[in-house]
């Protein structure tokens, strides 16, 4: 019981900016939650182990099965990315790229959809510490001028000394996580469009190199027939 009322009289020394401060760190927290579960959960896959089993199947010309191990991982972004690129794999080298940039430029907004609201967040919440840090020292810079007796003007004074001290102190105690966890969700972000890039490419010249195979494969059956 003695922590609440810690809390709560740290929030009433604080003043009114208190509370949305508050707000933004609940909002924030929220976000960076939501932004979590989805990237590690949903949109993550192990990508090194996920290329090696498409690649068995695309060099043993089992298209069909590669595109049902990309839909069995639907919620992830890279089988989600490369299954663009191998329904279009009886097509050109062009083809194939365009279709998976397609799917990239779909996949992305999903990947950073309301991260971008963390660093603004983290920005207004230290701005209304700022704002509360100079309230409060108007306050105290008043409270000299006041004609009230000494007693009266060092409980104003201390008032005003609480207002702008909390303040500043909670609007960094909400910046600063936030900013943190922001960090590692881009970074997460980061991981995972740097895997798009990297087996997008991987898969164009996995296609590209099966298609030579085959037209050779063809070339050579008919010339054993003529």
């Not at 924030?28 to 192990?46: D, L, P, T």
Request: hydrophobic residues 50%; proline residues 2%; charged residues 20%.
């Amino acid at each position: 019981m003695s922590v609440l009322s810690e809390i709560g009289a740290f929030f009433r020394d604080g003043g009114a900016l208190m509370f949305p401060i508050a707000f933004l760190g609940v909002v924030a927290a929220g976000i960076a939650v939501e932004r979590w579960v989805k990237i590690q959960f949903h949109y993550s896959i192990n990508s090194r182990a996920f290329m090696a089993k498409l690649k068995k199947y695309i060099l043993s010309d089992n298209i069909d099965r590669a595109i049902s191990l990309c839909n069995s991982r639907a919620e992830a972004l890279l089988p989600r990315v490369l299954k663009s690129g191998l329904t279009r794999a009886k097509d050109g080298a062009l083809d194939i790229q365009n279709a998976i940039d397609e799917a990239t430029l779909e996949a992305l907004p999903k990947l950073e959809a309301r991260s971008l609201y963390l660093p603004t967040l983290a920005n207004l919440s230290t701005l209304l510490g700022l704002m509360g840090t100079i309230a409060g020292l108007v306050v105290a810079f008043k409270s000299g001028d006041s004609g009230v007796d000494a007693v009266q003007r060092q409980q104003y004074l201390q008032s005003a000394i609480a207002v702008a001290m909390h303040t500043t102190l909670f609007g960094l105690m909400v910046a600063v996580p936030t900013l943190f966890v922001h960090t590692i969700v881009q970074s997460k972000i980061n991981s995972i469009i740097s895997d798009i890039d990297q087996y997008s490419v991987k898969l164009v010249n996995l296609l590209s190199a099966a298609q030579k195979v085959g037209r050779s494969g063809v070339e050579d059956d008919e010339a054993i027939n003529e």
